[in-house]
């Protein structure tokens, strides 16, 4: 395999999605990691710990003796297999640890001597190319121009999005959940890091072939127990809002499939059937109750009696029908005029509305195309 010069080029690394292998301990790369990138460490978690403990005892020195005595014989054997097998699928990437240091050496070192490859490292590593992303979201927020895209719950901004294509960024799915209380998914969401390092790498893909103007959802400040940046977050709040105008019954029939159809299929092909049911029913019965204090005591007994008739009769029969029952009773009594409070506070503190388009889905849609090609 022909040698590749080391590089600190992040941005082509992470435009390009040239293959990465994560040489750190599997406990640092799950407190975050680079989108795509695959954990083939040099030293699993126990052997990090006891290396960084002589380390703080003993110094340097003694510490890399230690480490050499803990990953030898079969054990090197075994990781150099992996390096090599990770370098021969992927013969354009590249490897990384922290601060592409002393670890990241060590990998190179054993793969060009024991397996006969010559395999580049990512100069600073993993904390070089977080401050990049890091940095990419801060200008990404003060550069771009924002066009926010509302509409009461049901809307289907999360779909026109999808259909508006490039210029459009999905905070929710970035996130892995829908933003509300009922927006849970089956799989958990990803750890805060990960979720800022893959909207970064996100935004700088889009930005790359000149793009200026992005549409992206309106979110709160929180997506499930995700935290939008705070940057990004501020120059949301004081972006044009495009505005979804959707049929009443369009908005009911939009729920029903994603967070009833939808849902239940995430959770038995995740779980398998019964044990998916169950815990789809039990997400929706934990997401009414998050909201019980906001509801009040008597519209949450009568849309959790709602709730429960409508998971009876699916479970008994496979029939959905009942779930628009307590659907509607959630838009019209509590995410309605939730949200209309809080359009008129927003407003208030702007003075003025910050609409500046509002429509059908297909004109709101084509105002989008306009603006995020111009």
């Not at 060009?112 to 990419?136: N, Q, S």
């Not at 109750?289 to 699916?314: F, Y």
Request: charged share 25%; glycine share 10%.
């Amino acid at each position: 395999m022909a040698d590749t010069a080391n590089t600190a080029d992040y941005r082509r690394l992470l435009v390009q999605g040239v293959p990465l292998m994560d040489v750190r301990a599997p406990v640092e790369f799950a407190r975050g990691a680079l989108p795509g990138a695959r954990n083939v460490p040099l030293m699993v978690d126990d052997e990090r710990e006891y290396v960084g403990k002589r380390y703080k005892d003993e110094g340097q020195q003694a510490a890399i003796a230690l480490g050499h005595q803990l990953v030898s014989g079969d054990t090197r054997t075994a990781r150099i297999e992996a390096w090599a097998a990770f370098a021969r699928a992927n013969p354009g990437g590249c490897l990384y640890c922290f601060r592409g240091g002393l670890r990241s050496q060590i990998v190179q070192q054993w793969l060009r001597e024991e397996a006969g490859i010559a395999y580049p490292r990512v100069i600073g590593g993993y904390k070089g190319m977080r401050t990049f992303l890091l940095d990419t979201l801060e200008a990404a927020a003060r550069e771009c121009d924002w066009l926010v895209v509302g509409g009461l719950t049901g809307s289907g901004k999360t779909e026109l999005l999808a259909a508006l294509g490039p210029g459009a960024v999905d905070l929710e799915g970035h996130a892995r959940h829908r933003g509300s209380s009922f927006g849970a998914r089956a799989t958990a969401q990803p750890a805060q890091i990960d979720f800022e390092n893959g909207l970064a790498v996100d935004l700088l893909r889009q930005r790359e072939p000149g793009r200026r103007v992005l549409a992206v959802e309106d979110e709160g400040r929180f997506i499930g127990s995700r935290d939008v940046p705070q940057s990004l977050y501020a120059r949301m709040q004081a972006s044009p809002l495009v505005w979804i105008d959707e049929p009443f019954e369009a908005r009911v029939e939009r729920v029903l499939r994603d967070y009833v159809v939808g849902l239940e299929a995430e959770f038995v092909a995740a779980l398998g059937s019964p044990a998916g049911f169950d815990a789809y029913a039990g997400r929706l019965r934990q997401a009414l109750a998050q909201i019980e204090r906001r509801l009040g005591g008597d519209r949450h007994a009568r849309l959790s009696g709602l709730l429960e008739q409508a998971l009876a009769s699916q479970q008994r029969d496979g029939v959905v029908d009942q779930h628009r029952l307590w659907i509607a009773a959630l838009l019209t009594d509590y995410y309605d005029p939730m949200y209309a409070y809080q359009q008129a506070r927003r407003e208030q503190a702007q003075d003025g509305s910050r609409v500046v388009f509002r429509g059908e889905r297909a004109a709101v849609l084509a105002y989008l195309r306009e603006r995020v090609a111009a």
